[in-house]
């Protein structure tokens, strides 16, 4: 579960948070300050330590030494050695060692022998000791000796009287009383050790605490023992110069050196705690003045929510929270103003204000109601501005947008009471007739007709406008809004199919505008899956009658429509763009079998069709030329026909594609020539080849002489053009008879053959002859075999 944080707990959090990490970190970086000045201290005292302790051994050592060359230069101890009065050497041993403070004396003779000491020869080490005197005398030095019991610090000096006749020796010994003086000289712990044969011995200390010293660490380093228990600074020194076996140990314990601070860390942590407790009180009650506004402003902006926008915050204060009120306050009204807008704009056109088609729904659907409560009708008008595209073009789509304001003012001015007119497209209007039926709508677009007919005047132009109606009536054609309404546009579509002024919705109509948007949808599919065929129409050459090429046509096996012919899916496929797709494969479906039929001995031409669609992509040509690479085709072996009506849908830009496909070396050919709107001035300017008469001028010529002077016409135009020439429609031998005397160099019709597959084209090629026109015997002789 997510718990919420409120504004005034982070607001709390805000005041409390920096402080209490404010007093944390300053807190251990004054103990980090703290600690390192006191390790640093206690660096300097272990190393100023060490070298008192140095200086007070060697002064120690010069005076120790001094009374032992005063103890051998005594009379008396030479004279007793003189005589080997050993009663008279010990007296002068004992009386002497008491008054330097040495724990033991001796005198050893030149071979190495204790001639007398003030050791009991009773005691058990006294063997031991004896040894070691006779060592020391014989090194004549300062040197250390370890008994069991104690260690002792020796002193050899040689005897003269006046030639050495032995060795006085003195022993010192290293014990607690030594280690507390140099305690108290150093205010350091002190330890003793005896470190030999990897062996380390405590001789004496004065530390509570002497674990973790490492008698193998160089002398005079500074390095940290016992880290885990009772972590010390130590540092060690020789007792005796140029002598490691013997370490004077001095240690400083970290614990017992921050015992001052520890009193003044639990001062800054009162202080801190204090200081915190202070400021959550006073930022408590700093986050409540400063949330109770915000919960009022909350509590607003939930009813404005909820759609209250008629009660006003009231807060009572003129800092900032009383201008965000007041700020609040005009945004509620701001908003409530704007909502009204949206609310406005949602169910009416930007453009002219009138009711859009939710708007219309509804307003419809309230009719249908009323009218099935009291038995009467509504009929429904669907109406269409034509033209628009031509005028935008012309004029600008400024000057269109102000010419369908100006015909929906029009309109409005002259609706009668109770009827609704609103708009469902950029030109398309829709008027709601209540109470009328199908004879009062036909009337009422007679009216529409004769109030746009006149003309709508946009600056100084006065435009006469067009439309078609389509008419949809409740009961009679259905009794939902959304039905009606689309039953009435269907009506509309048929009658600019037709060209009428107006079109009556006929049950089951609609069926073909599914079938339609179904084949639409199903062509890219079944292009993928070549259930699109490429079949192929003959062309001869005139007037040999040599099979000179053919022309691409398309046909679809539905799977479920079954076999569909081009004017089923072709108008279709040009309004959805999905046309461009279909040319192509076409193009692709024709080069491959032109390429094929080269192969089996055949050079043909082949020619497709491109729609207007077409002639708008600018990478058509570039998708041509891979195409003819591929197959390795030459391109003037590929014609593309094109209509002159698909030219002039935009005449540069399809200018532009032409000139480019003739830079790749494609022929260009006009299909239907003579029922498109081009002018010659037009045509002029088209990149040809080649003019295509269109088969309604040719089926007929040899009974209609208004056609035949039409053809002979167009072939006399090409001629002048230096352009080539087919007849397409050739049905009957006159026919083609009369073509070839006109001047065609191609015929093409059904009197040749009719479309066949690819597979069956090439088996019509094989069984082919040619039979030139003047050698046929008349209408009775096959053409082809």
């Not at 402080?19 to 703290?34: D, E, G, I, K, S």
């Not at 053009?721 to 070839?740: F, H, K």
Request: hydrophobic share 40%; proline share 3%.
């Amino acid at each position: 579960m997510q718990l919420k944080t409120t504004f005034r707990t982070k607001l709390l959090l805000l005041t409390i948070v920096p402080l209490a990490v404010a007093q944390v970190v300053t807190l251990l970086a004054v103990m980090r300050t703290v600690e390192n000045d006191i390790r640093s201290d206690a660096r300097e005292s272990l190393t100023i330590g060490a070298g008192v302790v140095n200086e007070y051994l060697e002064s120690r050592t010069d005076q120790l030494r001094t009374s032992v060359g005063v103890l051998a230069a005594d009379y008396g101890l030479k004279e007793a050695t003189a005589t080997n009065d050993a009663a008279t050497i010990r007296s002068v041993l004992d009386n002497h060692s008491r008054r330097v403070g040495a724990d033991l004396a001796a005198l050893v003779d030149l071979d190495g022998n204790v001639v007398a000491s003030t050791l009991d020869p009773t005691n058990s080490s006294y063997a031991e000791v004896s040894h070691l005197i006779s060592a020391a005398s014989r090194q004549q030095q300062v040197s250390a000796a370890f008994l069991s019991d104690a260690a002792y610090q020796l002193f050899s000096v040689p005897l003269r009287a006046p030639v050495t006749v032995g060795w006085v020796v003195l022993g010192f010994r290293i014990d607690d009383a030594l280690a507390g003086r140099i305690a108290d000289l150093t205010g350091l712990d002190v330890t003793i050790l005896h470190s030999a044969d990897d062996r380390v011995e405590l001789v004496t200390t004065q530390s509570a605490d002497p674990a973790g010293i490492d008698a193998h660490r160089g002398t005079d380093t500074v390095y940290m023992a016992s880290e885990d228990t009772n972590p010390s600074l130590t540092i060690q020194t020789p007792f005796l110069h140029g002598d490691p076996s013997v370490l004077v140990v001095l240690q400083r314990s970290m614990r017992e050196a921050m015992q001052p601070y520890a009193e003044a860390r639990r001062g800054l942590i009162v202080f801190g705690a204090v200081l915190l407790v202070f400021v959550a009180v006073a930022g408590g009650w700093f986050s409540t003045t400063i949330a109770r506004p915000l919960r009022t402003l909350g509590a607003a902006a939930r009813r404005m929510i909820a759609g209250d926008y008629e009660r006003s915050v009231d807060v009572k204060s003129d800092d900032e929270f009383g201008e965000l009120a007041s700020s609040f306050n005009a945004m509620q009204t701001a908003i409530a103003e704007r909502e009204q807008r949206i609310t406005h704009n949602a169910l009416h056109d930007p453009l002219t204000d009138l009711p859009n088609r939710a708007s219309v729904l509804k307003s419809l659907t309230l009719m249908i109601e009323r009218a099935r409560r009291s038995d009467s009708r509504v009929a429904i008008l669907s109406i269409r501005l034509l033209r628009m595209n031509e005028i935008t073009s012309t004029l600008g789509h400024n000057a269109t947008d102000e010419l369908i304001r100006t015909t929906a003012r029009h309109l409005l001015a002259n609706v009668a009471g109770g009827q609704i007119l609103g708009q469902t497209g950029t030109n398309d209007f829709v008027l709601l007739l209540p109470g009328d039926d199908v004879e009062g709508a036909i009337s009422q677009v007679d009216r529409i007709e004769n109030l746009l007919g006149s003309g709508v005047t946009l600056g100084r132009v006065n435009i006469i406008l067009q439309t078609q109606v389509g008419i949809a009536e409740f009961p009679r054609h259905g009794d939902a809004a959304a039905d009606l309404l689309r039953f009435a546009s269907i009506a509309r579509t048929e009658a600019q199919t037709r060209n009428e002024r107006y079109r009556v919705y006929q049950a089951g109509h609609e069926d073909q505008f599914v079938r339609r948007l179904r084949i639409v949808n199903d062509l890219p599919a079944a292009l993928r899956r070549g259930d699109v065929e490429t079949w192929f129409q003959p062309k001869v050459s005139l007037p040999d009658t040599h099979v000179c090429g053919a022309e691409a046509l398309v046909r679809w096996q539905h799977r479920e429509l079954g076999r569909l012919n081009p004017d089923d899916f072709v108008p279709a496929a040009e309004q959805s763009g999905t046309i461009v797709a279909l040319t192509r494969h076409v193009i692709a479906e024709a080069v491959r079998q032109c390429r094929s039929w080269e192969e089996a001995g055949h050079e043909l031409q082949v020619s497709a069709n491109l729609a207007a669609r077409d002639l708008l992509d600018e990478y058509l040509p570039y998708h041509v030329m891979q195409i003819l690479k591929e197959h390795g085709l030459p391109a003037q072996r590929l014609t593309l026909e094109v209509t002159e009506n698909s030219i002039m849908e935009d005449l540069q830009k399809a200018l532009s594609v032409l000139d480019c496909l003739r830079d790749v070396g494609v022929r260009i050919s006009m299909d239907d020539f003579g029922t498109g709107h081009s002018s010659l001035a037009q045509l002029r300017n088209i990149p040809l080849d080649e003019l295509k008469i269109d088969k309604c001028f040719v089926t007929t010529l040899c009974n209609d002489a208004h056609n035949d002077a039409i053809v002979r016409t167009a072939v006399e135009l090409a001629h002048s053009m230096r352009l080539g020439v087919v007849a397409e429609g050739v049905e009957d031998e006159p026919t083609l008879r009369r073509v070839a005397e006109i001047g065609c160099q191609q015929a093409q019709g059904y009197h040749m053959s009719t479309p066949l597959a690819a597979q069956d084209f090439l088996a019509w090629l094989r069984g082919y002859e040619p039979k030139p026109v003047a050698e046929r015997r008349g209408e009775g002789r096959a053409f082809a075999s």
